[in-house]
């Protein structure tokens, strides 16, 4: 019980200590403030202020650094500074100074009232703040940043016109929507058997052209056999064998061709289509049901 009582009190004694060198710091920090002032450092003097009632909030500390802000040519955030004053109860003689600033101030600028879910964190010019946010600032346009819970962040854009309050209300916005994955495509690679059918049916496409070819030769040779009245007996012998030539190339080009299409119509994952090829002495006639 006595090691208990012990830790307690080390802990009080350094939340003590802490509190305490944090109000030293501040009394230093507020002399330093002071004596920017009194040399004209304005500028100096309201950041140092402002550091001071940061480590040991108070009213007076606030006026300060609206004082110095003011006359350091920052309208907007002396005029924060002195509503903060007087929300912190600043009294006496300051008090009705603060007010009086206050309103002459708001006469050259505008305010602006931010509205959003609670924990919304909100960035417009050098304000940086949670919803709901009322503050001061210059005439003219602004863009406002708004990271809602869950890191969803949203951008707005304001109009501020002095001695006018402008209002934003922003509602949380959805997460943005999941990307669908597109649909995964066939495999476009050929198995054997499809290229096997492409083959033939390539060689089917040659025998077509191999027998125009011959088959136009024929013609040829059979204008000049007609041309001699039937009687030059090797120009005979030469269009009996061009034309038995052109008629196996067309019978070998048409078979080629119909084996490679069943053949390429049948691979696996296809439907099996019925075909009948019949062969005649005149040529071969395909038959074929998808």
């Known amino acids: 019980m006595t090691r208990l009582l012990a830790q307690v009190s080390l802990i009080l004694a350094l939340c003590f200590t802490t509190g305490d060198a944090s109000a030293d710091e501040a009394d230093v920090l507020f002399s330093r403030a002071s004596e920017a002032y009194r040399r004209g450092d304005f500028e100096a003097a309201a950041d140092l202020f402002g550091r001071a009632h940061a480590l040991a909030p108070s009213a007076n500390k606030r006026f300060n650094e609206a004082q110095s802000r003011r006359r350091a040519g920052q309208p907007a955030r002396a005029a924060d500074c002195y509503r903060d004053a007087l929300t912190l109860g600043l009294e006496g003689s300051n008090h009705d100074i603060a007010e009086r600033k206050l309103a002459d101030l708001e006469d050259d600028v505008g305010q602006v009232r931010i509205l959003a879910p609670e924990g919304t964190e909100i960035e417009v010019a050098h304000l940086r703040g949670q919803a709901p946010l009322t503050r001061h600032l210059a005439a003219g346009h602004y863009h406002v940043t708004l990271t809602f819970p869950g890191r969803v962040r949203a951008q707005r854009r304001i109009v501020v016109e002095?001695?006018?309050?402008?209002?934003?209300?922003?509602?949380?916005?959805?997460?943005?929507?999941?990307?669908?994955?597109?649909?995964?495509?066939?495999?476009?690679?050929?198995?054997?058997?499809?290229i096997t059918g492409i083959t033939l049916m390539s060689l089917g496409g040659v025998g077509g052209i191999v027998a125009s070819a011959l088959g136009a030769r024929f013609l040829g040779v059979l204008d000049d056999y007609e041309a001699t009245d039937y009687v030059d007996t090797t120009l005979e012998d030469e269009a009996l064998a061009l034309r038995t030539a052109t008629n196996v190339a067309f019978a070998a080009g048409a078979v080629l061709g119909a084996a490679g299409l069943i053949v390429f119509l049948t691979r696996p994952g296809e439907p099996t289509p019925a075909a009948s090829i019949v062969l005649t002495p005149r040529g071969a006639t395909l038959g074929a049901r998808f």
């Open 162 to 194: 002095p001695g006018q309050i402008t209002h934003l209300d922003v509602a949380v916005e959805p997460p943005p929507p999941t990307p669908v994955p597109s649909p995964a495509l066939p495999p476009t690679s050929l198995g054997p058997q499809a």
